[in-house]
């Protein structure tokens, strides 16, 4: 069951903050965040593993809810560097095995000067 | 953090020719790697799960005899598009896991292979 991104599209000026949200309908065993670049392949972010768990840096970070429904990826202070597509994957929520994920749709972060 | 490469980085080729893309983890052994496919603007929608030593699982819907793969070794698994067709042409990306908790385990992609096909 693919998990849903919100919002589709971000567009932030340098120095700006963004959430991105990753909903799924049944409990989760993990949260995985890339980011992806146009042409390229994504790039591990973090995983996300406990109800509860918060984890990241000071520019970047991510939640996890208790009900493990939920997660958001925070970016703070945005560079221009941010910019391009993120995408939660799942791990389990009903119907997918452990070892598999299920991306989420997408959400395109434009950050301009 | 673990590399992961894929060969080619992109392929032109006629309808009705194979194709093979390689994946190799290159500083780590990965038992399992996984096989997406993307396509303009849309997800990476899983296609199957290769297990070293044993048989791929495929996702419902990919065809087993169209997409082979072969996981020979504990650094490479290939992926072999038999008798492409024009709807095959998309970007191909493999990843490998990392095991980091046991069960769940990050997974490094490799850099996709841009498929045309004529």
């Known amino acids: 069951q693919q998990p849903v991104q919100s919002p589709q599209a971000v567009i932030l000026r340098e120095g700006e903050d963004a959430v991105i949200n990753c909903s799924s309908s049944k409990a989760l065993y993990s949260v995985h965040w890339y980011r992806q670049k146009h042409g390229e392949a994504p790039v591990f972010l973090m995983i996300l593993l406990k109800g509860g768990e918060q984890k990241g840096h000071e520019k970047i970070s991510a939640s996890f809810n208790e009900k493990k429904q939920q997660s958001s990826l925070y970016l703070t202070a945005s560079q221009l560097s941010y910019s391009g597509t993120y995408f939660c994957?799942?791990?389990?929520?009903?119907?997918?095995?452990?070892?598999?994920?299920?991306f989420g749709q997408g959400t395109i972060l434009t950050v301009h000067p | 953090g673990a590399v992961v490469s894929q060969h080619p980085s992109w392929v032109i080729c006629k309808s009705g020719t194979s194709v093979k893309i390689e994946c190799r983890s290159l500083d780590f052994q990965a038992t399992t790697m996984f096989w997406y496919r993307q396509f303009p603007k849309q997800s990476l929608m899983l296609m199957a799960t290769s297990n070293e030593g044993s048989k791929a699982t495929y996702e419902q819907g990919v065809e087993k005899d169209k997409f082979l793969i072969n996981h020979a070794s504990l650094t490479l698994s290939t992926l072999t598009v038999t008798s492409a067709h024009p709807e095959d042409s998309s970007f191909y990306i493999c990843?490998?896991?990392?095991?980091?908790?046991?069960?769940?385990?990050?997974?490094?992609f490799g850099p996709g292979t841009r498929l045309t096909v004529l």
């Open positions: 994957g799942t791990e389990g929520g009903g119907g997918t095995s452990y070892g598999k994920l299920t």
């Open positions: 990843s490998a896991e990392v095991l980091t908790s046991g069960v769940s385990g990050e997974q490094f």
